[in-house]
């Protein structure tokens, strides 16, 4: 269970990095440079994006694990192993990733 935080965290920013690639060869980015956002705003709300999506693939995980375990009723359900585990790798991981991104697309070059 731990890897699937870690998987679906991957997953989001390998999924900001092909959309910021495709908006720079489709030319959205030379429109986007003429808004009033800037860089860090533009990262800052493709990140906050990326994570309503990764929280909400969690949130499906957590469904699913609830209704196999409802299913086979050998042991109750406790949000205390889901929270202690996600809380401790998922956060710190989640936060690593951002400033990692965000690092990098602001040194490589996301220029408009």
């Known amino acids: 269970m731990p890897a699937a935080p870690a998987e ?5 920013f390998a999924s900001l990095a092909i959309a910021t ?3 720079r060869r489709s030319g959205a980015l030379r429109f986007l440079g003429t808004t009033p956002l800037t860089r860090s705003e533009l990262l800052t709300g493709k990140a906050l994006a990326n994570s309503l999506v990764a ?3 969690l949130l499906a995980a957590f469904i699913g694990c609830a209704i196999a375990l ?3 009723g050998t042991v ?3 949000l205390t192993p889901y929270l202690l585990v996600w809380g401790l790798l998922l956060l ?3 936060l690593a990733w951002t400033a990692f991104v965000t690092a990098a697309y602001a040194a ?3 220029r408009y």
């Open 8 to 12: 679906t965290i991957s997953a989001a």
């Open 21 to 23: 690639a495709f908006e």
């Open 108 to 110: 490589a070059g996301n």
């Open 70 to 72: 409802l299913v086979q």
């Open 76 to 78: 109750p359900i406790s």
């Open 55 to 57: 929280v909400s693939v």
């Open 92 to 94: 710190p991981t989640f």
